[in-house]
């Protein structure tokens, strides 16, 4: 599977964005995807996932309740809406996908196989 982040860029705080992740290859519909974020100087760090069949998203606590992660399957795509951005949301975004047989998607960037290259979001105060 082959992975493109699109999307990023620079918006004010409390402003939205929508990252997209499109696949090409492999079997897209049967992973799960997430994003993760890496800001400069820091570990990177969690931020969404969801399964494969959509029926399961899991957030980081920082982000709960302001983004949301979704896909199309039919577009090989997977979303993330993120509103109400704060300066701390400021990093390079990544997604990613690995094929499992559960149906709970991981938040460990361990778990997943694919990366695409990061997309940069910068929120100013």
């Known amino acids: 599977v082959q992975l493109q982040a699109s999307g990023g860029g620079l918006v004010q705080a409390g402003g939205s964005l929508r990252l997209s992740c499109a696949a090409s290859g492999g079997t897209f519909s049967a992973s799960h995807v997430g994003w993760f974020r890496q800001a400069p100087g820091k570990e990177r760090e969690f931020v969404a996932t969801?399964?494969?069949?959509?029926?399961?998203?899991y957030y980081a606590n920082s982000v709960k309740g302001r983004f949301t992660i979704s896909r199309d399957n039919r577009k090989n795509t997977v979303y993330l809406q993120m509103n109400s951005l704060k300066p701390e949301d400021t990093a390079d975004y990544y997604c990613?996908?690995?094929?499992?047989?559960?149906?709970?998607?991981?938040?460990?960037?361990?778990?997943?196989?694919?990366w695409g290259q990061g997309t940069q979001v910068t929120v100013s105060s």
């Open positions: 969801i399964s494969w069949n959509i029926d399961r998203t």
């Open positions: 990613a996908a690995y094929v499992s047989g559960g149906d709970y998607p991981s938040p460990s960037e361990y778990a997943y196989t694919y």
